[in-house]
T-cell receptor
Framework: DTAVSQTPKYLVTQMGNDKSIKCEQN?????MYWYKQDSKKFLKIMFS???????INETVPNRFSPKSPDKAHLNLHINSLELGDSAVYFC??????????FGPGTRLTVL | GENVEQHPSTLSVQEGDSAVIKCTYS??????FPWYKQELGKRPQLIID?????GEKKDQRIAVTLNKTAKHFSLHITETQPEDSAVYFC??????????FGPGTSLSVIP
């Protein structure tokens, strides 16, 4: 059973389009995150959600919006995609102050 | 601001030798320090972690040390093997919902 899953695994799209990435965790964790990993491999936190409440909103463009329909899901919606949005996006979850479990990643390519 | 530095950015060692990666953090409130290994095309996965009330922790060939006064922590891998080749990330948990990652170290173990 996959602990943290993401769909799709690959996403290729044109500039200006709107796209969504879905994330689900079956670990019962109460905090979920979205990270962006650029070509230099740096992992930058974008958002975290705790019990459906946004806790952190880092300095990311407001074209990015996280949506959490319930405790086990945290989706990422991106409007008006730009070339610089191309990266690998990782979802993660954790419980209390313990380790984070990462999803397999979604490789987004904006043409 | 909150920051985690990591050195070196790249490291090459001969198989069987030891590898050491060092990190420093800025926020004295940090209380949990995980290390993640990311193989090419895969997700980051926890390999070892240490909490602020412990100075050293070991798990087979991997050990981590923490100096809270100096805000330093290090990863030690002994008897390196080719399958240890990966990118390693240190991180510091600043709060319940915020983890800051270092920029990563690309380790190559030469057979």
């Amino acid at each position: 059973d996959t602990a943290v899953s993401q769909t799709p695994k690959y996403l290729v799209t044109q500039m200006g389009n709107d796209k969504s990435i879905k994330c689900e965790q079956n670990l019962g964790h109460d905090t979920m995150y979205w990270y962006k990993q650029d070509s230099k491999k740096f992992l930058k936190i974008m958002f975290s959600y705790n019990n459906k409440e946004l806790i952190i909103n880092e300095t990311v463009p407001n074209r990015f919006s996280p949506k959490s329909p319930d405790k086990a899901h945290l989706n990422l919606h991106i409007n008006s995609l730009e070339l610089g949005d191309s990266a690998v996006y990782f979802c993660a979850s954790s419980q209390f102050e313990n380790e984070q479990f990462f999803g397999p990643g979604t490789r987004l390519t904006v043409l | 601001g909150e920051n985690v530095e990591q050195h070196p950015s790249t490291l090459s060692v001969q198989e069987g030798d030891s590898a050491v990666i060092k990190c420093t953090y800025s926020d004295s409130a940090s209380n949990y320090f995980p290390w993640y290994k990311q193989e090419l095309g895969k997700r980051p996965q926890l390999i070892i972690d240490i909490r602020s009330n412990v100075g050293e922790k070991k798990d087979q060939r991997i050990a981590v040390t923490l100096n809270k006064t100096a805000k330093h922590f290090s990863l030690h891998i002994t008897e390196t093997q080719p399958e240890d080749s990966a990118v390693y990330f240190c991180a510091a948990r600043i709060s319940y919902d915020k983890v800051i990652f270092g920029p990563g170290t690309s380790l190559s173990v030469i057979p």
